[in-house]
């Protein structure tokens, strides 16, 4: 190899921060980044054996690894044989990290969306969750830095835009006026009329500012698709989660929105196996995907993290944990089928990906014809729809 390969694992956040590494790193040689993710024990197992293929495929490169697992796991991480160094997670986007100049020119977006991170780190304290561990505390990018990262990927020519962090609608708490997660969309809105299709990351439903509905409701350059953290669906869970809301203020914001947007496609994240979970717990977990007719679900099964409380409280036995797991799955997917099948014969406007199939403005994956142009949004009418796929 000879230009500098940036590995990313996880989320959307670091999605964004692995762009900008890259873009940091654009004249480094035999260089490997990883990074990575530790929000459950099977991320770190991925970025482990990331590691290891990443060593196999550039045997001669420096191998370095970023990202939460690089703080998390850190022992465990420099003590593999494929690893040359650690960055610590909150210097990753510091050229000084990586001994190379400042102020590097950005590099153009790999991506046909664009995630600007507007957010990093959190404030609270999730039973289960190590992240506040690897990201540090809730801090955001003011309006005026949001809106030149925007304009930035607007230059490149970037279709869409995706709005991502690690608590997004903790947005604005730590900056002067304290404002809500609203008035930033509405001034990406505002300042950019060009801008086609904005799009939220994963939202804490109980933060969801009034001004953010609205927008929801109303703004049609406000993609129809909302992807809630929502974790269960029992509230004895959710208290012993340490979650700020419980089962029926999820249910009353989809029926408003839903009231407001009949088209809406709602996604969560769900942990199966929670410590303490009893039947009647994974039941109201399993009811709520059909009750909020979820067709975006994540899936999670429970797994410890150390130095967490959930880790120390009584464990649901592992095969139980898997299949519970599998329940979800089974009943989320089931939903999303019909959704999808509800699709078919209706026109759909599609941003075309770079492996034959794109995005719908509820996030629906659509086949797009052979010699599309990744990032161009054009009307598919699917006839059918095979393996979660329409086509």
């Known amino acids: 190899m000879s230009e500098a390969q940036v590995i990313s694992l996880g989320c959307r956040l670091n999605i964004s921060e692995s ?78 990290a990586w001994n190379v100049p400042g102020h590097v020119p950005p590099a153009p977006q790999e991506r046909t969306r664009a995630f600007v991170a507007v957010q990093n780190g959190c404030d609270h304290a999730c039973t289960f969750c190590v992240i506040p561990q690897g990201r540090g505390p809730s801090r955001s990018l003011d309006i005026r830095e949001v809106l030149k990262e925007v304009e930035r990927h607007l230059a490149h020519g970037a279709p869409e835009v995706v709005l991502t962090g690690v608590d997004v609608t903790s947005w604005g708490h730590d900056l002067p006026a ?3 997660l609203g008035e930033l969309v509405r001034a990406v809105l505002d300042s950019f009329p060009e801008l086609g299709r904005l799009r939220m990351s994963s939202l804490d439903g109980i933060e969801i500012d009034p001004l953010l509905l609205d927008l929801f409701a109303s703004e049609t350059r406000l993609m129809p698709h909302l992807h809630l953290s929502l974790q269960h669906g029992h509230d004895l869970i959710l208290k012993r989660m340490r979650r700020r809301h419980l089962r029926g203020d999820a249910i009353a914001l989809v029926q408003r929105l839903k009231e407001a947007r009949p088209d809406i496609a709602i996604g969560a994240d769900l942990i199966a196996g929670f410590p303490t979970e009893e039947e009647e717990h994974h039941a109201a977990n399993l009811a709520i995907i059909r009750e909020l007719e979820i067709v975006h679900a994540h899936i999670f099964p ?15 036995d592992r095969a139980r944990v898997k299949s519970r797991a599998a329940d979800l799955r089974a009943a989320a997917g089931a939903t ?56």
């Open 302 to 316: 429970y797994s410890p993290r150390p130095g967490t409380p959930a880790a120390r409280m009584p464990q649901v």
């Open 178 to 180: 304290r404002p809500a």
């Open 19 to 96: 762009e900008q590494i890259r873009a940091m790193l654009a004249q480094e040689q035999d260089l490997v980044v990883v990074n990575s993710c530790a929000v459950t024990r099977e991320a770190v197992r991925q970025t482990r054996q990331a590691i290891r293929r990443a060593r196999r495929a550039n045997p001669g490169a420096r191998l370095l690894v970023t990202g939460c697992a690089a703080d998390i796991e850190r022992d465990q991480l420099a003590a593999m044989p494929e690893v040359d160094g650690l960055v610590a997670n909150t210097a990753k986007l510091d050229a000084r």
């Open 336 to 391: 999303r089928d019909e959704w999808l099948a509800s699709l078919v014969d209706k026109p759909q406007s599609v941003l075309a990906e770079r492996d034959g199939t794109g995005y719908t403005p509820h996030f629906a994956r659509v086949s797009v014809p052979p010699g599309t142009r990744p990032g161009q949004i054009l009307t598919v009418t699917p006839q059918g729809c095979e393996n979660g796929l329409l086509t």
